[in-house]
């Protein structure tokens, strides 16, 4: 166990849907952070989260949006979902608001879009 | 920009046998950090290492071992004595501390190793 907590762990939603996806960070880690991985794109970082502010942001869609809660778990929500938004969501989780030590991974969220 | 190629798409090994993964970047920073990851077939992603661009020593942790070379961007891995748990993907990856300040991966080389 990672220390990083991801639910759910698999959804399936039709095309046009919202869904949220959420992260409990390691305890003590103030950054989180959003990644996509898909077949064709590999691991695409999306944004990033430090003690609830908006820190930097990747190729993450307008459809995405994030927010990192004052008890710092985070949530991801997905809408007007399409079919290739099926992928799997990972969050990270690291102490401070850099990337030097590298990051906790969660077990992530496998979306499924039909 | 930061960038990092993992020209090894897939690799087949047979069991025991020494496998090297390879991983070149790209970083106009002169302070950076290299890692590797694995991603086993239950798809979480598992920190193997990180090394600073300031230590060019090679690593050894059992099985594991890191070659980082500055002179040619390249910081790879060898599994030593293969075995079928080390069927995964595995992913290289870079931080620098300018710029975005997130891990950029590598596209990810997957090993199988048969029995």
């Known amino acids: 166990d990672s220390g990083v907590t991801q639910t759910p762990k698999h959804l399936i939603t039709a095309t046009g849907q919202r869904v949220t996806l959420r992260c409990s960070p390691r305890?003590?880690?103030?950054?989180v952070y959003w990644y996509q991985q898909s077949l064709d794109q590999g691991l695409q970082f999306l944004i990033q989260?430090?003690?609830?502010?908006?820190?930097a942001k990747g190729n993450i869609l307008e459809r995405f949006s994030a927010q990192q809660f004052p008890d710092l778990h985070s949530e991801l929500n997905l809408s007007s979902l399409e079919l290739g938004d099926s992928a799997l969501y990972f969050c990270?989780?690291?102490?401070?608001?850099?990337?030097?030590?590298?990051?906790?991974f969660g077990s992530g969220t496998r979306l499924t879009v039909v | 920009a930061q960038k990092v190629t993992q020209a090894q798409t897939e690799i087949s090994v047979v069991e025991k046998e020494d496998v090297t993964l390879d991983c070149v970047y790209e970083?106009?920073?002169?302070?950076?950090?290299l890692f590797w990851y694995k991603q086993p077939p239950s798809g979480e992603l598992v920190f193997l290492i990180r090394?600073?661009?300031?230590?060019?020593q090679n690593e050894i942790s059992g099985r594991y071992s890191w070659n980082f070379q500055k002179s040619t961007s390249s910081f790879n891995f060898t599994i030593t004595a293969s075995q079928v748990v080390d069927s995964a993907v595995y992913f290289c990856?870079?931080?620098?501390?300018?710029?975005?300040?997130?891990?950029?991966f590598g596209t990810g080389t997957r090993l199988t190793v048969i029995p």
């Open positions: 990270a989780s690291s102490l401070s608001s850099g990337s030097v030590y590298g990051y906790t």
């Open positions: 305890s003590g880690d103030l950054s």
């Open positions: 989260y430090y003690n609830g502010e908006e820190r």
């Open positions: 970083t106009r920073d002169t302070t950076y950090y």
């Open positions: 090394r600073n661009s300031f230590d060019e």
């Open positions: 990856a870079l931080s620098a501390l300018t710029g975005a300040n997130n891990l950029f």
